[in-house]
């Protein structure tokens, strides 16, 4: 299973790297590529810390954190910071308030 | 410093800063193996042979639950759809020999397509000429010897400690790519409203579904809205 899984995502990555036909080579087809990371990144961030499953829940300790480390992270524009930063409080805050 | 012979260097250079977030991923993927009462070697092997962190999550989900064999393989397949898009994404960028472009494709994960369009956008208008396919190899060969080792670390953390249990999942992939997207927002201005645009739609999604459907959902919305508010920028030689 594993395997079949494995070769699957290979072959989704590799299928159009390695031919991208013509007729997809177009302003539309490319507008919506060059969309692909800054809708990934929304994705990857407003649900997982606004939401837990479909339910909102903002008013938790994990909610506040990454809302205060957004001005830090802009501040010192340092995109690897946002995990280390935020976990660090987590974790502190945890212990302390346990 | 020839940028072209160093741009493995320069993709491992680029991964570093989201090296914490793969360890503590790793860890916790090792630690979640192990409390799922799967043998080490299955555990690992999942690492190195499918090579894509959050469908080996949902599949390690749905094999401690049981479900049939074609709903995990469907699952893990849906989950990594996007795949697809990044390689049509990076076409253009990689001329590279086929044997190279296969250890591209097996490379190609949402951190190693990240930093290499990080570092294509970066260098817009420099004279310094990167290799885009040695920034992914780099890059992406810095995160597969780490997503491996920090799995089999975690697995054995998971036998002696249980430290980790209290950090919730959610937490740590909003605080991974939290970053990046400020990142995104800043330097790219004209891409503000449709980012703005995105995240109403993301939080509006989020009261129907979650998960993998949502990720999906997100990137073909994203995909259609961007013919109406994406800033589609010409750059020299790269045509349409």
Same mark, same amino acid.
């Given at each position: 299973?594993?395997?079949? !899984?494995? =070769? ?27 969309? @692909? ?7 990857? @961030? ?19 954190? =990454? @809302? ?12 690897? =910071?946002? !995990? ?5 409080? =987590? ?8 | ?7 493995? #260097?320069?993709?491992?250079?680029? &991964?570093?800063?989201?090296?914490? *977030? ?23 092997? &999942? *690492? #190195? ?6 469908? $080996?999550?949902? /599949?390690? /989900? ?12 469907? +699952? ?27 250890? +591209?494709? #097996? ?51 998971? $036998? ?19 970053? #990046? ?22 939080? *509006? ?6 998960? /993998?459907? %949502? %990720? ?8 259609? /809205? ?15």
């Amino acid at each position: 299973m594993f395997v079949i !899984l494995g =070769l699957s995502t290979f072959l989704m990555r590799a299928t159009f790297l390695f031919h991208f036909p013509t007729r997809l080579n177009n302003e539309n087809i490319r507008k919506a590529l060059e969309s @692909v990371p800054s809708s990934l990144l929304v994705a990857l @961030v407003i649900p997982y810390t606004f939401f837990v499953e479909t339910s909102i829940s903002i008013f938790r300790i994990e909610v506040l954190i =990454l @809302v205060a480390s957004v001005p830090v992270i802009n501040y010192f524009r340092k995109p690897g =910071l946002s !995990l280390v930063l935020t976990l660090t409080a =987590l974790m502190l805050i945890n212990q302390f308030y346990k | 410093m020839n940028w072209e012979e160093n741009s493995y #260097y320069y993709g491992a250079k680029l &991964m570093f800063p989201i090296l914490p *977030s793969v360890i503590i991923f790793g860890l916790i993927f090792g630690i979640t193996g192990f409390t799922s009462n799967l043998p080490l070697y299955l555990v690992s092997s &999942m *690492s #190195y042979i499918i090579f894509a962190g959050s469908s $080996q999550f949902l /599949v390690l /989900v749905l094999i401690t639950q049981d479900e049939p064999l074609f709903a995990i393989l469907f +699952a893990g397949i849906l989950i990594n759809l996007r795949h697809i898009f990044y390689g049509a994404a990076l076409h253009h960028d990689l001329k590279i020999t086929k044997k190279k472009k296969i250890l +591209a494709a #097996y490379l190609l994960t949402d951190e190693a397509y990240l930093i290499t369009k990080f570092a294509k956008k970066s260098n817009d208008g420099e004279n310094i000429e990167l290799n885009l396919s040695n920034i992914l190899i780099g890059g992406g060969g810095l995160l597969w010897i780490s997503w491996n080792i920090t799995t089999i670390m975690g697995y054995f953390i998971g $036998q002696n400690t249980n430290i980790f249990n209290e950090i919730p999942t959610n937490f740590i992939v909003a605080a991974t790519f939290l970053g #990046y997207l400020i990142l995104q927002w800043d330097q790219s201005p004209k891409e503000r409203r449709f980012i703005f645009i995105i995240i109403l739609l993301s939080f *509006s999604l989020s009261f129907i579904i979650d998960g /993998v459907y %949502l %990720l999906f959902f997100t990137l073909i919305i994203g995909m259609l /809205v961007a013919q109406l508010f994406f800033p589609l920028e010409t750059i020299e030689g790269d045509e349409i």
